[in-house]
């Protein structure tokens, strides 16, 4: 997957769609932990998507917010789909990225809450 391609798909979304996106990607993380690698990590594996969940639906927060000091668009999707150390972690992101990529339709959608 090329992390530069996604960063511009990412960016080319509209507001509600990136939110739309983010939240699928909420979804698809914690249905990957569930499936699990039967290694005994349950434990790390569910709290890195817990902890990985937080961060998305805050930064969903954010979109819906048109909050301007939310994370770049780049720098959300390096660290989805970054290289970790942990590979469990990153299968889980990468697995749960490439589901959602492959079934999003973009309503390519434009709601301003916050007119400027």
Known sequence: ?????????FSDLGLVDKARFVTRLIFEVAE?????????NDAI?????NEINQRLA???YQILGED?????NDVVIRMLLG???????ERIMQNAYRRVL???????TT?????H
Request: zero cysteines; a neutral charge; aromatic letters at 10%.
């Open 1 to 9: 997957m090329n992390i530069q391609s996604e960063i511009e798909f």
């Open 32 to 40: 990957e932990a569930k499936v699990g690698a039967g290694d005994g």
């Open 45 to 49: 594996r569910l709290r890195f998507a």
């Open 58 to 60: 805050r930064f969903t």
């Open 68 to 72: 301007l000091t939310r994370p770049q």
């Open 83 to 89: 290289t970790r150390a942990d590979k469990n972690a």
């Open 102 to 108: 492959t079934s999003f339709e973009s309503f390519d």
């Open 111 to 115: 709601v301003l809450l916050n007119p």
